[in-house]
């Protein structure tokens, strides 16, 4: 939970939480099943799960050990208001709070804005209006043929690995994992989506695919990850997605996007 020198005015940050729940689709997205598919849909309340609760004192684990269980109390992916939850401990002198958001959002949303934006909004900032997602990928900037091009004859070449998991018939060797190392990925990534307003795991998906079209010459792929490859090339917990565990992803490569 971060903390706060000074009183609280918990109404004033409760109106400021909603306000930034409404700036952000992400924040409004609930998750329905329409036949065998996953909908994400974004509602129009500003709702989110709200805690709030009155002590002497608080460090940073009893915040935790208070904060975390209500996480994941009652979380139901299509009620959007499960998956943000404000919690608020306040202290003689200081508060701590946290908002909490559940990574099927967060994938493609930062904590870090989330806690920043509430912080101005607080304190009395104006901030400038957030477009919608659906207007950022109607105008997404297109990519040149040969730029993929280039792009792809710029990855290592790649280990040969068969389709059935296996070497030869000598023996079982399923499990074996093909590790190519990109220098300064990490400042890369954050650039990159600081100048297209993609999360980083938006940019990593992206140079995945390019990977995998790369070896396989296939322009739709799908594939599964576990979380051993977060810990593989040393990602924090803050790149989730394909570190995360057993995320199945369904890739579609588009060479002019």
Not at 108 to 117: C, I, K, L, P
Not at 152 to 173: K, N, W, Y
Request: hydrophobic fraction near 40%.
């Amino acid at each position: 939970g971060h903390r706060v020198e000074g009183a609280l005015d918990i109404e004033r940050l409760s109106t400021c939480v909603a306000e930034g729940v409404g700036r952000h689709e992400a924040l409004r997205t609930g998750f329905a099943i329409s036949g065998t598919a996953v909908e994400a849909r974004v509602h129009s309340a500003r709702n989110f799960g709200f805690k709030h609760i009155l002590v002497d004192e608080i460090g940073p684990g009893a915040f935790r050990d208070w904060a975390v269980p209500l996480v994941f109390d009652d979380v139901q992916p299509d009620v959007p208001e499960t998956l943000v939850r404000l919690l608020v401990a306040e202290a003689n002198g200081y508060w701590r709070f946290t908002v909490a958001m559940h990574h099927s959002i967060s994938d493609g949303f930062s904590r870090g804005v989330a806690n920043r934006e509430l912080l101005k909004l607080y304190a009395g900032e104006t901030l400038p209006d957030v477009g919608a997602y659906a207007d950022f990928i109607g105008n997404a900037p297109e990519v040149a043929e040969p730029d993929i091009a280039a792009a792809i004859e710029a990855f290592p070449v790649p280990a040969p690995m068969p389709p059935d998991g296996s070497l030869s018939d000598d023996g079982d060797t399923r499990g074996l994992f093909i590790e190519r190392e990109i220098h300064d990925l990490g400042p890369a990534l954050r650039k990159l989506g600081k100048q297209h307003g993609a999360s980083k795991f938006g940019v990593l998906g992206a140079v995945y695919a390019l990977g995998l079209q790369a070896f396989s010459g296939e322009t739709r792929l799908s594939s599964f990850f576990q979380s051993e490859g977060r810990r593989i090339v040393g990602a924090p917990n803050s790149v989730i997605g394909p570190f995360s565990n057993t995320l199945p992803l369904d890739l579609s490569f588009d060479p002019t996007m």
